[in-house]
């Protein structure tokens, strides 16, 4: 089993930044890809970026060109760096990691409002 930790959300301006951290412990050796979900009030939760042990990321059409999500292997720790941030960015992000299973994190508020 697969133990997420989520750290980084938060409060910001539009246009500003934030960084999302997302450690992982337990079972890590078996995780194939990981990545964050969001979810606004109101909306289902949606996809935002994946990356793959093999280093292959994938990322919702809202956010390419200003998301960027990598990995520190030695760290077990996936980041989501988030400019250009917008109003319509807020919402909680869920950290998961693929496996076997899936295993989520406990969810980070992220709001966008001046």
């Known amino acids: 089993q697969v133990q997420l930790v989520e750290s980084g959300g938060g409060l910001v301006q539009p246009g500003g930044s934030l960084r999302l951290s997302c450690a992982a412990s337990?079972?890590?050796?078996?995780?194939?890809?990981m990545g964050w979900y969001r979810q606004a009030p109101g909306k289902q939760r949606e996809l935002v970026a994946a990356?793959?042990?093999?280093?292959?990321?994938d990322y919702a059409d809202s956010v390419k060109g200003r998301f960027s999500i990598s990995e520190d292997n030695a760290k077990n720790t996936v980041y989501l760096q988030m400019n250009s941030l917008k109003p319509e960015d807020t919402g909680v992000y869920y950290c998961?990691?693929?496996?076997?299973?899936?295993?989520w994190g406990q969810g980070t508020q992220v709001t966008v409002s001046s």
């Open positions: 998961y990691a693929q496996s076997g299973t899936w295993s």
């Open positions: 337990g079972s890590i050796f078996s995780i194939a890809a």
């Open positions: 990356i793959t042990t093999g280093g292959s990321t």
